[in-house]
């Protein structure tokens, strides 16, 4: 099984960094998923929830407002201006679906991302 190295990083430091099997991003386009030996690319992300699936195969979302990706064969890094890590406890689930909501209905993306994010977001709470 071949693996990537993702990274999520946000002005107050790094929230994710790990290998991880395929990761799906939202970008300015529309969405789109990363495997390892992906060709090179630099895209922006939009609003929306960044899907991980780990290596141990377990899946992490990560709600963010904006950002960039670069994308390269070995290593994915995503710059982000605001992320939510979704997971956690049943308490600390709660607490993080509702900052992730209030993140995403801060920026300043089309009215439609943002629903399109919230209804993501409000998706995986219901998964807990």
Known sequence: MELMKLEIVTPNGVIFDAEVKQV??????????????????????????????????????????????????????????????????????AAALEEAKKLIKSTEASSSAIAAAVSKVEQIGKSY
């Open 24 to 93: 799906t991003l939202p970008g300015s386009e529309g969405e789109f998923g990363v495997l390892p030996k992906h060709a090179t690319l630099v895209s922006l992300l939009d609003t929306g929830v960044i899907v991980i699936n780990k290596a141990d195969g377990s899946e992490l979302a990560v709600a963010i407002n904006s950002g960039y990706v670069k994308v390269d064969e070995e290593k994915t890094t995503c710059i982000v201006d605001g992320a939510v890590s979704l997971s956690g406890e049943d308490g600390d689930i």
